[in-house]
């Protein structure tokens, strides 16, 4: 039988329907049984009257506890005096499909009821709450519309290997793993291959996939497994081409998130969703500081000097709503010493940008160095040779100007619906201090 959501139950009124779902709350009064049955759109009230006809669906519903499910054959029918959505089932037939067999740990639907800890060692529990089904719907729709921008725009969806040969990006900050009797590496991004598909001919390529990071870090935005949003394409002239393809992406999603889920948005998480406007700002990275110190009387500490910091992403997310009225802007001309050692340098400048939206930067990005001379030198500058031998390899045999940027998944889902911090908005944390659940 097909499987009827609650949301489309107005479709089926005086019709012997099967539903199925969760117990989310039962009511056993004398002479009348009431549950209110869930799933992930929403939820219905089951009432069975207290008789003799009843007697066997009576003494199912006696043994009944809340969170266990249940398969339910009945008829749907309006009415008015139903408090939820007006409509209710008469049923027929209740089968047991599981029993909740414990106490809760915490109420899952009380944010405050448990610490965060709790309900990440709970974290099964902690998903089933309204609040948290929303979340993850809206994360896997701005996914989906990011993806529908980017078929537009004719990219083709790739798949990298996570187990590599050698350390991504840097040699450091990275797992190893045994591979048979060989050393391997968890990849700390798509980079090297992303550049690789570039030098196949396939001119726009994107991946959705895991990303792994070696970072005893604490903080509320890093994790050591994360979910990365990866892009990369040829026939740019400059960074700027990057930039215009991440503000048109970003612009494009957010208008399809808030038509589908600004009200919903609005309700559980208390934010709105604001639409940007294109161009976003871009301001060079010594002026930053300038303003940043005019304004606010910040000066970045000595070592974070050609770069920036948490403090200072926040100020920056500040001073564009102040100076710009937006939630975005682009931060350029970092220092080469800051920068990985494939971004283009113009002047000794790298080609790049930091994105920074609502305190918190969500995207480096760049023109990538694509010939091969040079790239071999400003790898050797970071200390970088072995490793990096495969990788160089791709530009020997001719590689086209080109650029890309990545996004975490996670942590533009914690900044779109305000939450405090990724590990709510990740389906399982990996920290330094957590591999289970």
Not at 308 to 335: G, H, P, Q, R, W
């Amino acid at each position: 039988m097909k499987k009827i959501y609650f949301k489309d139950l107005k479709e089926y009124f005086n019709q012997d329907i099967e539903v199925q779902g969760f117990i989310d709350n039962i009511r056993d009064l004398q002479y009348v049984q009431f549950i209110v049955l869930r799933d992930t759109t929403g939820k219905i009230q089951i009432t069975i009257e207290k008789n003799d006809d009843n007697k066997k669906l009576n003494d199912i519903v006696s043994t009944l506890t809340c969170e266990s499910t249940i398969k339910v054959v009945g008829k749907l029918l309006k009415n008015e005096k139903v408090k939820l959505n007006g409509m209710e089932i008469i049923p027929t037939d209740i089968e047991i499909t599981s029993k909740c067999l414990k106490d809760l740990p915490f109420n899952y639907k009380d944010s405050s009821s448990a610490l965060l800890d709790t309900k990440l060692d709970y974290r099964f529990i902690d998903l089933r709450s309204e609040k948290n089904i929303l979340m993850f719907k809206v994360q896997s729709y701005l996914i989906e519309v990011m993806r529908e921008f980017l078929y537009k725009e004719n990219f083709i969806e790739i798949h990298t290997p996570k187990l590599i040969g050698a350390a991504s990006e840097s040699g450091s900050e990275v797992f190893e793993v045994k591979y048979f009797e060989e050393k391997a590496f968890l990849a700390q991004s798509p980079q090297f291959y992303k550049q690789m598909a570039i030098a196949s001919g396939f001119e726009k390529i994107f991946e959705v996939a895991p990303a792994f990071r070696a970072e005893k870090s604490n903080s509320y935005r890093h994790a050591t497994e994360f979910t990365s949003f990866d892009i990369e394409f040829s026939g740019i002239d400059s960074y700027e081409d990057v930039m215009n393809m991440q503000e048109n992406m970003l612009n494009y999603a957010l208008n399809k998130v808030k038509e589908k889920y600004g009200e919903k948005i609005k309700e559980y998480f208390d934010i709105e969703v604001v639409l940007p406007k294109n161009p976003f700002p871009r301001i060079k990275l010594e002026d930053l500081y300038k303003e940043l110190e005019k304004r606010y009387n910040y000066k970045l500490p000595a070592e974070d000097i050609g770069d920036m910091n948490s403090e200072a992403e926040k100020l920056t997310s500040k001073f564009a709503m102040e100076e710009y009225e937006s939630e975005f802007i682009f931060v350029t001309d970092f220092s080469p010493k800051k920068r990985a050692f494939y971004h283009m340098r113009k002047d000794g400048i790298p080609q790049g940008y930091d994105l920074i939206w609502r305190g918190c930067e969500i995207t480096t990005g760049a023109q990538r160095e694509h010939i091969y001379e040079v790239l071999k030198d400003q790898a050797k500058e970071k200390g970088l040779g072995k490793d990096v031998e495969f990788y160089l390899e791709f530009f020997e045999y001719g590689c086209p100007p080109h650029g890309g940027f990545g996004l975490g998944v996670d942590r533009i889902t914690m900044l779109l619906l305000g939450t405090k911090s990724l590990k709510e908005t990740m389906f399982l944390f990996r920290g330094p201090n957590r591999l289970t659940p």
